[in-house]
């Protein structure tokens, strides 16, 4: 159809007939209505991933402006795809703006050709495009971003109003309409399967990722899940964008939209042109819409820049631009009294009151999916604007951010980290996929230590030194508490030192080699070890979908491990103790993290459908009392603990339940445990491990024993403490009242009957990461 068009067009002249046959090539760009049957954001309509797929194909078909593609598959097996879109003259020179943005990325020809005359960067400078990268739909629940994206493309693809020219000719536009394809269908069919019923518009009873739920938007440096790894690998590592415009929605009862600038804290090595440059975009958008008439936006709140699992671009050159647009139902409409509307305080702004960083009010009343992507659609079309009217302001900035990167350092300056000899394959990994080089030096000598030849080391003298330093360096996170002294909670966690996390040291060095130029190292990338011997194990998964559940089954997944399911119905009708058929004998059962009550309890009755309702209930703790009196293994992790504590009325206390936060807070942080290693569920492991501690709005139990003489058993073992000095316990992150914990246990286990139970204070497998403490968990179901 493109083809045929433009050889139409060839030979006419005449200005009306060019008009009369542009506006007949537009009337062929099909509307999102045309394919889907319905216009994105009508009410109660959602589409499937199949038909948001078929759209953006015939996007491709119908429009010169649009080339669509799949670059792999999801988790689940659906395609992950993207559009380009940009004026036909650009798409047809996609390879010369790629190689300009990578010579600007990485402007080490600058320090290593010689004198190179400043025409040749102002030559880039003017012929470069801003690069732009939309992605919608990373957490599916939030409906509208994945149905905004074919409102944009389409309007990008038809219209020919002056403001859309001048953003096709000046951008790039790299569209992802779902980061998380699978999660489409999943809210899709429980939406569909509960329209009409008490339970239209609820969350769906399972993750919205196969394995990690709303965790894949704290992926951005690990790189466990595909999605990430397809979005890092091809499109943000190929195209280097200036500007991500990362598509939200948040709770009902706040701002209609949030924009940035981020709250503080700010993570140290993010470049100050990256602040400056989300500070002024996002001010212009929230001035834009509120001078278009959009009410109840709030900038500088709620959401900070402190941790690379969110923000990937921000140590790779480009601007992350988070919109947070007020949810529905789903796709029922809601209404909002004026006098409901409210934050936690600590979130900077009041909703009810105009403030510096937010307003207009708005008052209340129905808010419906039209005007979810009403805001989403507008807000894009703003930055694009941004991007395209300053085409030359973004590409120098980004310039500038890759030539202070690259510069030489001096002595004094942080110059390189050595990577061990052995198990850093995590870490190299990582590095890899972030775009960063290791080198294999020739014999150096730093101070009175001598390196032999092949040392891998990170040199920070390259395009994204600063994303290695992020993850290697331990955090110190600002004490940052309000007028009456409560700590501000960080959005998410305050710690993210890989080297802790994988257990492995890496050590710096402030002064330049002396050496001839190392060669670079490439190796190739490794999976985590085949399964240890772990057999007749199961997980528990609650009627309620808990993200700590889903990492745990990546972990087993991921190193091949055999396991089944243990859910509130088979624990509580005993058939899971009975049915032989899928683990011939089930003898341990793993529960991931989550509260007692919910456990307990599950759905209240009427929240869900009544198979949904009822937890474990008291049925299911009399079965697994006679499990493990039998001789089964129960392993708790983290707050899952403390319902092994009150169900099994073991003699120990969680020594920070009922604290005031003011007294302790330790939120998401890494510290340090010493280990029992004559137990075997410590095998392997060194003298001193680490824990990841809390996270977001959860503490971890730390123990104490009791010695209630009434209590079910005395038989037990401490396997793991945090240090007796108080100083010692944080590693890296926040700890407020550390001396609460200091000499308490973070690993216990209880022999009860001929059985076990294991309580870990702690997270072992925590999102995919802490390989460090994967062997606790492993010798745990292993015994």
């Given at each position: 159809?493109k083809?045929?068009f433009?050889l139409?067009?060839?030979?006419?002249?005449?200005?009306g007939?060019?008009?009369?046959?542009?506006?007949?090539?537009?009337?062929?760009?099909?509307?999102?209505?045309?394919v889907?049957?319905f216009?994105?954001?009508?009410?109660r309509k959602?589409?499937n991933?199949?038909q948001?797929?078929?759209?953006f194909k015939?996007l491709?078909?119908?429009s010169?402006?649009?080339?669509?593609?799949?670059i792999?598959k999801?988790t689940?097996?659906?395609?992950?795809?993207?559009?380009?879109i940009?004026?036909p003259?650009?798409?047809?020179?996609?390879?010369?703006?790629?190689?300009?943005?990578?010579?600007l990325?990485?402007?080490?020809?600058?320090?290593?050709?010689?004198?190179?005359?400043?025409?040749?960067v102002?030559?880039?400078?003017?012929?470069?495009?801003t690069?732009?990268?939309?992605?919608?739909g990373?957490h599916s629940?939030?409906v509208?971003?994945?149905?905004?994206?074919?409102l944009?493309a389409h309007?990008?693809?038809?219209?020919?109003?002056?403001?859309?020219?001048?953003v096709?000719?000046?951008?790039i536009?790299?569209?992802v309409p779902?980061?998380?394809?699978?999660?489409v269908d999943?809210?899709?069919?429980w939406?569909?399967?509960?329209?009409g019923?008490?339970?239209?518009?609820?969350?769906p009873?399972?993750?919205y990722?196969?394995?990690?739920?709303?965790?894949?938007?704290?992926d951005w440096?690990?790189?466990t899940?595909?999605?990430?790894?397809l979005?890092v690998?091809k499109?943000?590592?190929?195209?280097?964008?200036?500007?991500v415009?990362?598509i939200?929605?948040?709770?009902?009862?706040g701002?209609?939209?949030f924009?940035?600038?981020y709250m503080?804290?700010v993570?140290?090595n993010v470049?100050?042109?990256?602040?400056?440059?989300?500070?002024?975009?996002?001010?212009?958008?929230?001035a834009?819409?509120r001078?278009?008439?959009?009410?109840?936006?709030t900038?500088?709140?709620?959401y900070d820049?402190w941790t690379?699992a969110?923000?990937?671009?921000?140590?790779?050159?480009?601007?992350?631009?988070l919109?947070?647009?007020?949810?529905?139902?789903?796709?029922t409409?809601?209404?909002?009294?004026?006098d409901?509307?409210?934050?936690?305080?600590?979130d900077?702004y009041?909703?009810?009151?105009?403030s510096?960083?937010?307003?207009?009010?708005?008052?209340?009343?129905?808010?419906?999916l039209?005007?979810?992507?009403d805001?989403?659609?507008?807000a894009?079309?703003?930055?694009?604007?941004?991007a395209?009217?300053?085409?030359?302001?973004w590409l120098?900035?980004?310039?500038?951010?890759?030539?202070n990167a690259?510069r030489?350092?001096?002595?004094?300056e942080l110059?390189?980290?050595?990577?061990?000899?052995?198990?850093?394959?995590?870490?190299e990994?990582?590095l890899?996929?972030g775009g960063?080089?290791?080198?294999?030096t020739l014999?150096f000598?730093?101070?009175?230590?001598?390196?032999?030849?092949n040392?891998?080391?990170?040199?920070?003298?390259q395009?994204?030194?600063?994303?290695?330093?992020s993850?290697?360096e331990?955090?110190?996170?600002?004490?940052?508490?309000?007028?009456k002294g409560?700590p501000?909670?960080?959005?998410?966690?305050?710690?993210?030192?890989l080297?802790?996390?994988f257990?492995?040291?890496?050590?710096?060095?402030?002064?330049p080699f002396?050496?001839?130029?190392?060669?670079q190292?490439v190796?190739?990338?490794q999976?985590?070890?085949?399964?240890p011997?772990?057999t007749n194990?199961a997980?528990?998964r609650?009627?309620?979908?808990?993200?700590?559940?889903?990492?745990?089954?990546?972990?087993?997944?991921a190193?091949?491990?055999?396991y089944g399911q243990?859910t509130?119905r088979?624990i509580?009708?005993?058939?899971?103790?009975t049915?032989?058929?899928e683990?011939r004998a089930?003898k341990?059962?793993i529960?991931?993290?989550?509260s007692?009550?919910?456990?307990?309890n599950?759905?209240?009755?009427g929240?869900?459908?009544?198979?949904?309702?009822?937890?474990v209930g008291?049925?299911g703790?009399e079965?697994?009392?006679?499990?493990?009196?039998?001789g089964?293994?129960?392993?708790f992790l983290?707050?899952?603990?403390?319902?092994?504590?009150?169900q099994?009325?073991?003699?120990i206390?969680?020594?920070?339940?009922?604290l005031?936060?003011?007294?302790?807070?330790?939120?998401?942080?890494?510290?340090r445990?010493e280990?029992?290693?004559?137990h075997p569920?410590a095998?392997g492991?060194?003298?001193e491990?680490?824990a990841?501690?809390?996270?977001?709005g959860?503490?971890s139990p730390?123990?104490?024993?009791?010695?209630?003489?009434?209590?079910l058993t005395?038989?037990f073992?401490?396997i793991?403490?945090?240090?007796?000095?108080?100083?010692?316990?944080l590693?890296s992150g926040?700890?407020?009242?550390?001396?609460?914990?200091?000499?308490?246990?973070?690993l216990?286990e209880?022999?009860?009957?001929k059985?076990k139970?294991?309580?870990?204070?702690?997270?072992?497998?925590?999102?995919?990461?802490s390989?460090?403490?994967f062997?606790?968990?492993?010798n745990?179901?292993?015994?």
């Amino acid at each position: 159809m493109k083809t045929s068009f433009f050889l139409t067009l060839r030979p006419l002249r005449l200005c009306g007939i060019f008009l009369i046959l542009t506006t007949a090539i537009i009337a062929q760009v099909p509307a999102p209505k045309d394919v889907i049957g319905f216009t994105p954001g009508d009410d109660r309509k959602l589409a499937n991933w199949a038909q948001i797929v078929d759209y953006f194909k015939k996007l491709d078909a119908a429009s010169d402006r649009v080339q669509f593609q799949e670059i792999g598959k999801t988790t689940m097996g659906a395609p992950f795809v993207y559009a380009t879109i940009s004026s036909p003259e650009n798409l047809k020179n996609l390879e010369k703006y790629k190689d300009i943005n990578q010579k600007l990325a990485d402007p080490r020809w600058e320090f290593t050709s010689g004198s190179i005359p400043r025409s040749r960067v102002q030559r880039y400078l003017r012929d470069g495009k801003t690069i732009v990268l939309i992605t919608c739909g990373i957490h599916s629940t939030e409906v509208g971003s994945t149905l905004s994206s074919m409102l944009i493309a389409h309007k990008l693809a038809s219209s020919n109003e002056p403001e859309i020219q001048n953003v096709l000719k000046n951008t790039i536009i790299l569209l992802v309409p779902s980061l998380n394809p699978d999660g489409v269908d999943i809210v899709k069919n429980w939406y569909d399967k509960t329209l009409g019923t008490p339970y239209e518009g609820t969350e769906p009873p399972e993750l919205y990722h196969k394995y990690v739920g709303h965790d894949n938007n704290r992926d951005w440096y690990a790189f466990t899940q595909v999605e990430t790894q397809l979005t890092v690998d091809k499109i943000h590592n190929v195209w280097h964008p200036q500007i991500v415009h990362d598509i939200h929605q948040q709770g009902q009862n706040g701002s209609r939209l949030f924009l940035p600038p981020y709250m503080q804290p700010v993570e140290p090595n993010v470049p100050k042109q990256i602040v400056e440059g989300f500070t002024e975009l996002g001010n212009a958008m929230a001035a834009d819409l509120r001078g278009k008439g959009f009410q109840g936006i709030t900038t500088n709140s709620t959401y900070d820049a402190w941790t690379p699992a969110r923000a990937y671009s921000h140590y790779h050159g480009g601007v992350r631009i988070l919109s947070e647009t007020a949810s529905a139902r789903l796709a029922t409409p809601v209404t909002k009294k004026f006098d409901d509307l409210r934050v936690p305080a600590d979130d900077g702004y009041d909703p009810k009151k105009e403030s510096a960083n937010f307003g207009p009010l708005w008052l209340g009343g129905d808010w419906k999916l039209r005007n979810i992507t009403d805001y989403m659609t507008t807000a894009a079309f703003s930055l694009l604007d941004h991007a395209a009217d300053n085409r030359e302001k973004w590409l120098s900035r980004f310039y500038d951010i890759g030539r202070n990167a690259v510069r030489p350092r001096k002595d004094g300056e942080l110059f390189a980290y050595v990577l061990p000899d052995s198990g850093a394959w995590p870490l190299e990994n990582i590095l890899r996929r972030g775009g960063v080089e290791i080198k294999q030096t020739l014999a150096f000598k730093n101070g009175n230590k001598s390196y032999p030849i092949n040392t891998k080391i990170v040199r920070l003298d390259q395009p994204y030194g600063d994303f290695a330093k992020s993850l290697f360096e331990l955090q110190t996170y600002p004490n940052l508490v309000d007028e009456k002294g409560n700590p501000i909670p960080p959005y998410d966690v305050t710690a993210h030192t890989l080297p802790l996390l994988f257990g492995v040291t890496v050590e710096p060095i402030y002064k330049p080699f002396a050496e001839r130029p190392p060669r670079q190292y490439v190796g190739n990338l490794q999976s985590l070890p085949d399964c240890p011997i772990v057999t007749n194990t199961a997980i528990y998964r609650s009627s309620m979908p808990v993200m700590d559940e889903g990492w745990t089954r990546w972990i087993l997944d991921a190193t091949k491990c055999r396991y089944g399911q243990a859910t509130d119905r088979n624990i509580r009708d005993g058939s899971l103790f009975t049915d032989k058929s899928e683990l011939r004998a089930t003898k341990r059962i793993i529960f991931p993290d989550q509260s007692a009550a919910q456990m307990l309890n599950g759905y209240a009755k009427g929240a869900m459908p009544d198979e949904l309702t009822g937890g474990v209930g008291k049925d299911g703790v009399e079965n697994l009392k006679k499990f493990v009196e039998g001789g089964g293994t129960l392993v708790f992790l983290n707050r899952a603990s403390n319902f092994a504590i009150e169900q099994f009325k073991l003699p120990i206390r969680d020594v920070t339940a009922g604290l005031n936060r003011k007294d302790f807070y330790i939120p998401g942080s890494i510290l340090r445990t010493e280990l029992d290693l004559t137990h075997p569920i410590a095998n392997g492991m060194p003298k001193e491990s680490i824990a990841w501690f809390g996270g977001p709005g959860e503490n971890s139990p730390v123990f104490e024993i009791q010695t209630d003489p009434l209590a079910l058993t005395k038989n037990f073992r401490i396997i793991a403490k945090y240090p007796s000095d108080p100083s010692k316990v944080l590693l890296s992150g926040w700890a407020l009242g550390a001396e609460r914990i200091a000499g308490k246990a973070a690993l216990v286990e209880f022999t009860i009957g001929k059985g076990k139970i294991v309580l870990f204070g702690f997270r072992p497998q925590y999102r995919g990461q802490s390989l460090a403490t994967f062997p606790l968990l492993f010798n745990a179901i292993s015994q």
